[in-house]
């Protein structure tokens, strides 16, 4: 079955302690990221990867961190938690070759930063 | 100004009728554009995706995207409760670069 897993799904921590979320996908594509939704915002992408190594930076990367050692794996780190980053996190991967029109999101993680 | 411009609603329309979701954007160099659904405590779906400008059909969903006018569209014949949910848009520059969203229409359809 194609699927995107992230965990944790809930997290509540405090400031400035560093925390990982992973996001790991089974279809083998390439593009893999990272969005954060907020009430009114919609969905803001984070973070990027095209592929193994390569990644760059989304609409709102300040803050995080992210690496592409796998083609699997894409984690999301926050090395100092702010309450600004509080939010629902989802990660998605998709083929950028081929047939594209398949994208797959992850249940979401929501984080709390007190 | 954000790139990528949707009407919030809520839009609440009966069972059977014609939707339309509408969304403005700013970036001419946007390629790629993209409809989600995304329901309650749910991650979002990918609904369609189109290319350049012209339509696309799927079932009951139609998208269509005037490049000319910077303007792109869902159209949702034969609404069902089921479409109940939030719509978002989307543009990118190709289909392996950065994907600007809408904020999001809160869908209704009533029984």
């Known amino acids: 079955e194609a699927q995107v897993t992230q965990n944790p799904r809930y997290l509540i921590t405090v400031t400035g302690k560093k925390l990982t979320v992973t996001c790991s996908q089974n279809?083998?594509?390439?593009?893999m990221s990272w969005y954060r939704q907020d009430p009114g915002l919609g969905l803001r992408q984070i973070y990027y990867?095209?592929?193994?190594?390569?990644?760059d930076k989304g609409d709102v990367p300040e803050g995080y961190k992210v690496s592409r050692k796998e083609k699997r794996n894409f984690p999301l780190i926050l090395e100092s938690p702010s309450p600004n980053q509080t939010s629902l996190y989802f990660c998605a991967s998709s083929s950028i070759q081929g047939n594209t029109d398949t994208q797959y999101f992850g249940p979401g993680t929501r984080l709390t930063v007190l | 100004q954000k790139e990528v411009e949707q009407d919030p609603g809520p839009l609440s329309v009966p069972e059977g009728a014609i939707v339309s979701l509408n969304c403005t954007y700013s970036?001419?160099?946007?390629?790629?554009f993209m409809w989600y659904r995304q329901y309650s405590r749910k991650g979002p779906e990918l609904l369609m995706y189109?290319?350049?400008?012209g339509n696309k059909e799927d079932g009951r969903f139609t998208a269509q995207v005037d490049k000319s006018s910077k303007y792109i569209s869902l159209f949702i014949r034969d609404s069902q409760p089921s479409d109940s949910a939030t719509y978002l848009c989307a543009g990118s520059y190709s289909s392996a670069s950065k994907i600007i969203f809408g904020s999001g229409t809160r869908l209704s359809i009533r029984p």
């Open positions: 189109t290319y350049s400008s």
């Open positions: 279809m083998n594509h390439e593009y």
């Open positions: 990867s095209m592929n193994v190594e390569v990644t």
């Open positions: 970036n001419s160099a946007f390629q790629y």
